[in-house]
């Protein structure tokens, strides 16, 4: 395999700047252009009901914020242009055609919920600080509601604070789960940024001290924080963008350190303005120049067409090499059959050194037009070792142009093993074509630069290993879809099972068929060798299928069986005999579709962060599990990694929020994977199980919200915002599980050594450190990393202190070191617990910066981790607690016993002053019987 490909991609991109800058954006993330960002794709999910309404306030909302964000960035940054994705559903309207845009590469979504509705914005973050987020969502409701922003602001300055998540990594400021704190000084304080935002504290009757809403440091129920509607603060957009005084993000001046808030987690207590002037647009830009201000932004709206696919397969005398051909032909029927969605166009060219057409375009109406289809699949190789894939490329252009006169919108499905070094020669015109290429690599000799056609088009690439009982090839096709983000319509793999087996041994494995889908179920049996297998199915009542219950392809070593209407929900069980004398490699997969047209399935989204990776860099695998935007939990999620040689790796991803994992129970499942035994291309498969729960869906939507304000303090006057609806989601208990199985494409790692290597993999870094001050005492908590990243059991811990936050943030090793003789590390992702008394340490010298009080009553911890051969992790999070109770302070729990105090010393002198007048009392008595008796004596 050749490593070539990243410098012809840079003469390739120095020619593409040269002749057509603007190519540059096709199929590409958003760029930053003289200060301006070109390329923001917004899509209308296909469910949104039709309203122009919403694409007049898109453009109003993104026009604003345009401004907004211009002055917030201190005249740096605008947006230039922004293209509208309009949903197939909505009538034409004079929209122009997509190129290569699609609704799962769009920056911005807007959708339902299809759960209890909430109007949240959020941005889904599953990366650490300073990284890009996923996407912004918006609901319908929100953009048409002009109610809503009473309680979240102008929808522009939402914008900027999602953009802010999206671009920059920066994390919310607010924190609804704790809305208060004890500061340095033991003063009970709001969680705000900055501090100078002002307001009072309101009970369920008005206005009231803050004493009346705190018992024992705990907020009383029915109480809250208020902000005054008119502040002199101007920071900041990630705390509270709604108020009119905020136009600036927190700096180091503004920012409030000692805030429980995610951003000061994610960031080791940096404010935003830090990590965002630390980003890659501000070191690529400078303040545009002159008093005016940038143009608003342009808008295109933009609708796809016909879907248009042209299958471009390669028949060099390559594929007849460990049975290509055959697993192309089973992977191609399997995609013509069943996953290429109703009323696509679909055409077929092949090539070797020339490209020939061999299906024109044909319409999917019914089973007969896909297994017309299928009749036109290559059924033999040539003779020819040479590939050129511009020539199969350029035929492919010719069938999908010959329907509207361009390629506008459409898809190749690329598969190629050739070592074609001429592809840069046809780059040009593919990307002008409008055509979106997913490549898909056969073996170890498939060209570098074949990634590239995907990446600048916007397409998926993967890789299939030369291994007979790799089910990767169908799982490839399995994963491409229309693009529309039309989830009901998609087919969703439940299951890829692929085995070895021996002669008259047999293959037994259970699919669940969850109540989330059904409709379409199909089983797909292939095989390498002889004839088929013995095949017996069960479905969950007893109901039997045999192999002559299945329609056999025995050209193709195929077997296909469609379970009519919706298939019964619960466990499948399938027997595969091998009745044949030799091995048999024998797969199974197993798709579906939704089983309503209003509950979405429980689908699975699986990528890695980078495309490519040089050793000893890992790579961090992720897999989104969710129904509808609600993330699952407890699952079992498993990700297999096939090198182009060797046996596959397994590695079980988490939702812990530790380690590769950023925020726990987002329902985005993540690990460090650095097993690199060789050089080249990797394949990703992830495998997803969830027992029977009744608690698989979380109770919100997960990812960084846009701050909903309950209220305002105006001239005086409480003036209560609607109550926000919750996002919860009531679920039905899903009685029998889920099982998922989903490419997740491929990357490559260069610069693997050759044989054993010494060990370069340091811990990772921890990112979830708490600590909790407890009397004269402070216990810290956090997730164990290991040995090698997130794996395996590292050796010890370097635990250090300060009082002085710039100390441990710029100057770890000169921190305070905490004995840790006593503590050694667990494995990995177990929850660590570490007690210690920090005065015992607070007396020791300490390297102070210039101008640094050392006067503090707060301390900051952070760890390190160390392995056994002294490779040590990043340092961790910053954590930080309050020390001591200052002598001349009247802290609440003080107060309450000084209260405590004055009460029972009025119980008791209430006391003292009864008991004297019962004593009083009884001695008069006395004395008047005393009296009378006298008296009496005297008579007598």
């Known amino acids: 395999m050749t490593h070539a490909g990243p410098v012809c991609y840079l003469k390739f991109v120095t020619l593409l700047v040269a002749l057509n800058p603007e190519l540059l954006l096709l199929g590409a993330s958003v760029q930053l252009q003289d200060n301006g960002y070109e390329g923001l794709l917004v899509a209308i999910n296909p469910q949104v009901s039709e309203d122009q309404n919403l694409i007049r306030n898109i453009k109003e909302m993104i026009t604003e914020a345009s401004f907004y964000l211009f002055n917030a960035t201190k005249r740096r940054m605008f947006f230039r242009n922004i293209k509208i994705l309009i949903p197939v559903t909505w009538k034409a309207n004079n929209y122009s055609t997509v190129k290569q845009e699609s609704y799962e590469k769009a920056n911005v979504i807007v959708a339902d919920w299809h759960g209890t509705h909430g109007d949240d914005p959020y941005t889904l973050q599953y990366r650490g600080c300073g990284k890009e987020g996923k996407y912004i969502h918006f609901t319908p409701n929100f953009l048409l509601n002009d109610n809503l922003t009473a309680g979240y602001g102008s929808r522009g300055r939402v914008f900027v604070h999602e953009w802010a998540h999206l671009r920059w990594g920066v994390f919310d400021e607010y924190n609804n789960e704790k809305p208060f704190y004890i500061n340095g000084q033991n003063q009970i304080k709001v969680t705000r940024c900055s501090s100078d935002i002002t307001g009072i504290f309101v009970c369920e009757k008005g206005p009231c001290p803050q004493e009346n809403c705190i018992i024992s440091k705990l907020f009383k129920e029915g109480c809250m924080f208020v902000y005054n509607s008119t502040q002199n603060a101007t920071a900041s957009i990630m705390f509270m963008q709604s108020l009119s005084s905020v136009v600036e993000f927190c700096n180091a001046s503004t920012h409030n350190q000692e805030a429980p808030n995610l951003q000061n987690q994610m960031c080791s207590l940096r404010s935003t303005w830090d990590v965002i002037t630390d980003s890659t647009d501000f070191n690529h830009s400078s303040p545009m120049k002159g008093p005016g201000f940038p143009p608003p932004p342009t808008f295109s709206l933009v609708q796809a067409g016909n879907k248009v696919v042209c299958l471009v397969l390669d028949v060099s005398s390559k594929m007849a090499e460990v049975d290509r051909l055959l697993r ?415 490419s997740g494409g491929s990357f490559s790692v260069l610069g693997v050594p050759a044989g054993p290597h010494p060990d370069v993999f340091p811990p990772c870094k921890i990112i979830d450190l708490e600590a909790v001050k407890l009397e004269e005492e402070v216990t810290l908590s956090w997730t164990a990393p290991g040995e090698d990243f997130d794996q395996g059991q590292a050796a010890s811990y370097e635990i250090r202190m300060s009082k002085s936050l710039q100390n441990i943030q710029d100057d770890f090793n000169n921190a305070i070191l905490v004995n840790t003789s006593k503590l050694n590390p667990q494995q990995a992702g177990t929850r660590e617990i570490f007690t210690f008394a920090p005065k015992l340490f607070t007396n020791e010298p300490e390297h102070q910066h210039d101008g640094e009080t050392q006067e503090s009553h707060r301390i900051y911890v952070a760890i390190r981790t160390v392995d056994r051969n002294s490779l040590k992790s990043a340092v961790s999070n910053i954590a930080q607690a309050s020390l001591f109770i200052p002598p001349n302070s009247a802290p609440v729990h003080a107060r309450d016993i000084l209260i405590l105090k004055g009460v029972l010393t009025a119980m008791g002198l209430t006391g003292i002053i009864c008991l004297t007048l019962v004593v009083t009392h009884c001695t008069l008595n006395r004395k008047k019987r005393a009296d009378k008796k006298e008296n009496g004596t005297k008579i007598l």
Request: aromatic content about 8%.
């Open 328 to 742: 192309l032909q089973q992977a191609a029927e399997f995609y013509l059959m069943q996953i290429v969605e109703i009323h696509t166009f679909v055409g077929i060219a092949s090539f070797n050194s020339k490209g020939e057409i061999r299906a024109q375009l044909h319409q999917i109406n019914s089973d007969a037009d896909r297994k017309l289809l299928v009749s036109y699949l290559p059924t033999a190789v040539s003779a020819e070792v040479e590939t050129s894939v511009c020539s199969g490329l350029k035929k492919g252009i010719e069938v999908v142009e010959k329907l509207n006169g361009k390629a506008y919108g459409s898809m190749m499905v690329l598969v190629t093993t050739g070592n074609d070094e001429h592809i840069d020669n046809c780059l040009l015109t593919v990307l002008s074509s409008g055509s979106i290429i997913h490549s898909i690599a056969l073996g170890s000799s498939a060209v570098d630069n074949l990634e590239e056609l995907a990446h600048l088009t916007g397409g998926l690439k993967f890789f299939v290993p030369d291994q007979s009982n790799s089910n990767s090839m169908i799982d490839a096709f399995s994963r491409i879809s229309s693009g529309t983000g039309d989830i009901f319509q998609q087919r969703v793999q439940l299951d890829s099972t692929r085995e070895m087996v021996k002669p008259h041994h047999q293959l037994k494995n259970t699919v669940t068929v969850d109540s989330s889908v059904g409709n379409g179920t199909i089983f797909l049996v292939t095989w390498q060798t002889s004839g088929p297998p013995d095949i017996l199915l069960f479905d969950p009542n007893g109901r039997k299928y045999y192999t002559n219950n299945f329609i056999t392809n025995l050209a193709l070593k195929t077997a296909r069986l469609w379970i009519p209407g919706t298939a019964k929900p619960g466990h499948w069980t399938y027997t595969l005999n091998n009745t044949h004398h030799s091995l048999q490699a024998l797969k199974v997969t197993v798709t579906s579709r939704a089983s309503s047209s209003v509950v979405p399935p429980t689908t699975v989204e699986s990528y890695v962060e980078r495309d490519s990776t040089h050793f000893p860099h890992p790579v961090m695998i992720y897999a989104n599990v969710r129904k509808g935007f609600y993330p699952i939990l407890n699952a079992t999620v498993t990700a297999m990694i096939e090198a182009e040689t060797g046996d596959p790796v397994t590695l079980r991803l988490f939702d812990d929020g530790a380690g590769a994992d950023v925020i726990k129970n987002d329902g985005i499942y993540s690990r460090y994977f650095f097993s690199f035994a060789v050089n080249g291309r990797h394949s990703l498969k992830v495998h997803v199980y969830h027992s029977p729960s009744i608690n698989t869906l979380a109770h919100s939507i997960p990812g960084s919200h846009a701050m909903y304000v309950p209220g305002y303090i105006t001239n005086g006057n409480i003036q209560m915002n609607a109550p926000r609806k919750s996002k919860g989601n009531n679920e039905e208990e899903e009685k029998w599980g889920f099982t998922r199985i989903i």
